[in-house]
């Protein structure tokens, strides 16, 4: 694997359900970020973690819990969502989260809140 | 604040024409520019981005933007268009707090 990958690439799940959402990057980066893409909107940023500590919580209701137990992995742990949170989910990677710095993206979990 | 306004949501274009995404920054401070791609089903990919230096950048697949400091703009281009550039394309702006706060996207439609 290369890259920034994403598991599942598709989840369907009930407003009652608990699902996680897998993100792994093979960059040798030490920050990763979840970010929530709309239709018609623009990327929002939920969250950043630098050397597996959260630098950055946009603001994000407590229905979404992030998990990062080292720089190669970051979890989007998911429970009693609404119909609203479905959207595409994307993890990113970067060296580290400053100015200027590139952030490489995965392909993203399409999520449908039933 | 900094904020990201890409002018246009659709740019529907022929195949081998010319085309140009405009993107409009607001900031109080230095930016940084980027434009990402986003093919259908797939993440984001770095086309190009501005840092420092000359302010005419060139990226991958043929694309490339030209920084306007004075009118606050960062617009893409490229002067021949494929079928296989039809993609969403987004503009951010890197800050301050060196966060990437992103325009709309603009989906460029390339047509036989």
């Known amino acids: 694997e290369t890259g920034v990958t994403q598991t599942p690439r598709h989840l369907v799940m009930g407003m009652t359900n608990k699902k996680s959402l897998k993100c792994e990057q093979h960059?040798?980066?030490?920050?990763m970020y979840w970010y929530k893409q709309s239709a018609k909107k623009p990327l929002e940023l939920m969250f950043v973690?630098?050397?597996?500590?959260?630098?950055e919580n946009n603001s994000v209701p407590s229905r979404f819990s992030p998990e990062c137990p080292n720089s190669s992995h970051l979890f989007l742990h998911l429970h009693t969502l609404q119909p609203e949170d479905s959207a595409l989910y994307l993890c990113?990677?970067?060296?580290?989260?400053?100015?200027?710095?590139?952030?490489?993206f995965g392909p993203g979990t399409r999520l449908t809140v039933t | 604040a900094q904020s990201v306004t890409q002018l246009d949501s659709q740019v529907p274009v022929f195949e081998e024409a010319p085309v140009e995404l405009r993107c409009n920054y607001s900031s109080s401070v230095s930016v940084y520019l980027f434009w990402y791609v986003q093919y259908p089903n797939q993440g984001l990919q770095l086309l190009l981005k501005y840092l420092s230096g000359s302010t005419l950048v060139k990226g991958i697949n043929g694309f490339e933007a030209e920084f306007n400091k004075s009118q606050t703009s960062f617009h893409l281009r490229k002067p021949s268009v494929h079928i296989s550039d039809t993609a969403e394309y987004f503009c951010?702006?890197?800050?301050?707090?060196?966060?990437?706060?992103f325009g709309q996207g603009t989906t460029l439609q390339v047509k036989p």
């Open positions: 973690y630098n050397f597996k500590e959260q630098t």
């Open positions: 951010a702006v890197s800050g301050g707090t060196g966060k990437l706060i």
């Open positions: 960059l040798g980066h030490n920050a």
């Open positions: 990113a990677s970067s060296q580290a989260p400053g100015k200027g710095i590139e952030q490489y």
